[in-house]
């Protein structure tokens, strides 16, 4: 659901909406009373049901506000439902015709009264609130128990979104956050990859219109898998897509998730998924080797889930409304059954010496004094690192300078790229940075 954001003056256009509300709750305590309605009643009454019916017309402002369009029934559950936040005499009037209820919410058996419903018309109310329909699915409104005298509560989304706020659905269990707003221009990968990037963009952003309007089968996700040597740029690419849709992006360590309780893994996932449901979220599961090992094949992932039930996580995943974001820094194992369940794989290459040039352009600090005669086609052709080596190399090489008090030189950028691959504890020799050995100082070249 990416709604554009509605400002305040979506709030100042549902007055008529509460005060519809509070002329039918008025007419429900006159009716219990044995009174009549009076005549100038009936006709504000007739007024305000034109003005609503305008609000909640397609392309209207409910529609702006929530990018989903109700049944004219769902619309009164979800106005008489949230109308307390925004019109608090709506929740005394609530209190007091249900007895004096402690809760400022309407029941399903009050939301019956006041539409005025005959006793047949009860269950559209019921599968309106249904946890299948859009009210519970898309997590608008609450209810504890599916009974009728159960208060119906509005979710804290639905609240923030009519009121024009900000709002971002809490981490599920199990995941965190992934910080870090990220724009297609970060993103250095070859052009086809880019594409299929935004081609998956496509089955997010028009789900409405391919599965909604045109009647297509659901598909699920969608989920891509993200392959590629570690630092190649996955997750930021996932940064990109989550901060393009607006939406937080939220990672999950399958390794972790499934190690650390063993055999509460299934209830784990689920916890997980039932919360992840249909939000405007994106997921990205690492480690997701386990699901496509080949039987067999990858002895040692497979020992490592053992305990796990793959094919229940692969289900889940697939019946996960939402887009999903795997990643592995396997390739070779790639199994054909399995990616041909998802509706997207991109590789992600190493750098090559044009790309690597780009990355020293972009992930050395905008702002830092260069020395003279710091050229980045040299050090992309120096050494063949990742991207996440680069940006590494190029901020260790900063603070070298900071520390100094020079511009970033070749002496600071030879250490820093030193400093780099020397990280995974290989012995490396000073050829490996070409040209730049001979800015390295003694003493590491001695060791
Ligand atoms: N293809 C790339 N384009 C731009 N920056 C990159 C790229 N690959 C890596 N980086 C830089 O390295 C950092 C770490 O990369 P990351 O996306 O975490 O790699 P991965 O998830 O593939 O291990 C990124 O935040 C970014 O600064
Ligand atoms: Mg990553």
């Keep these: 659901m990416n709604a554009p954001h509605p400002d305040l003056s979506a709030l100042i ?12 709750a008025y007419c429900v305590s006159l009716n219990r009373n044995g009174g009549e309605v009076g005549d100038t009643d009936l006709v504000r009454l007739r007024e305000l049901q034109a003005a609503v019916d305008a609000l ?8 702006q506000v929530l990018g989903e ?3 004219p029934v769902e619309y009164d559950v979800l106005v008489a439902v949230a109308g307390p936040e925004f019109e608090p005499r709506l929740g005394w009037a609530y209190q007091n015709l249900q007895g ?7 029941s399903r058996a009050l939301l019956h009264e006041l539409f005025a419903l005959e006793p047949h018309q009860g269950e559209s109310l019921r599968s309106a609130l249904a946890p299948s329909g859009i009210l519970r699915r898309a997590r608008l409104v609450a209810i504890a128990r599916d009974e009728a005298w159960q208060p119906l509560q509005p979710e804290s989304g639905l609240i923030a979104r009519i009121a024009g706020r900000r709002w971002q659905p809490p981490a599920p269990p199990g995941s965190e956050p992934v910080i870090g707003a990220a724009t297609w221009d970060d993103l250095v990968l070859p052009a086809d990859r880019r594409r299929m990037l935004r081609e998956f963009m496509l089955w997010i952003e028009h789900r409405h219109t391919v599965e909604g309007d045109w009647g297509a089968s659901w598909a699920g996700g ?3 898998l993200f392959a590629g040597p570690s630092g190649t740029g996955k997750t930021l690419a996932a940064r990109v897509i989550a901060s393009v849709m607006d939406w937080p992006l939220f990672r999950i360590d399958l390794g972790r998730l499934v190690s650390k309780y063993v055999g509460e893994t299934e209830e784990n996932l689920n916890r997980l998924f039932d919360a992840a449901h249909d939000q405007p979220m994106v997921l990205q599961f690492d480690e997701a080797d386990a699901l496509f ?25 697939e019946s996960h409304r939402g887009p999903v974001i795997l990643t592995t820094n396997l390739r070779r194992n790639l199994d054909a059954a399995f990616t041909r369940r998802l509706q997207m794989v991109v590789e992600f290459p190493r750098p090559d010496v044009e790309a690597r040039a780009t990355l020293w352009t972009r992930l050395l600090p905008p702002r830092a004094p260069l020395a003279e005669g710091v050229d980045v086609a ?3 052709s120096a050494v063949a690192l990742t991207g996440g080596q680069i940006r590494n190399a190029a901020l260790h090489a900063a603070y070298l300078a900071a520390g100094a008090g020079v511009p970033i030189g070749p002496s600071e950028l030879a250490l820093g790229i030193w400093r780099e691959i020397n990280k995974d504890g290989r012995e490396c020799v000073c050829s490996e940075l070409g040209p730049l050995a001979v800015h390295l100082p003694q003493e590491c070249i001695d060791g």
Excluded: C, F
């Design 222 to 224: 969608p989920v891509a």
């Design 293 to 317: 090992a080949k039987r067999g094949e990858i002895k040692e992932a497979r020992d490592r889930y053992a305990n796990m039930e793959v094919s229940h996580l692969l289900s889940r995943i």
């Design 100 to 106: 004096g209820q402690k809760d400022p919410w309407p």
């Design 13 to 24: 256009q549902l007055t008529p909406e509460w005060e519809r509300l509070q002329l039918l």
């Design 378 to 380: 040299e050090l992309a």
């Design 69 to 71: 369009r109700l049944t």
């Design 56 to 63: 909640r017309s397609p392309g209207g402002i409910w529609e």
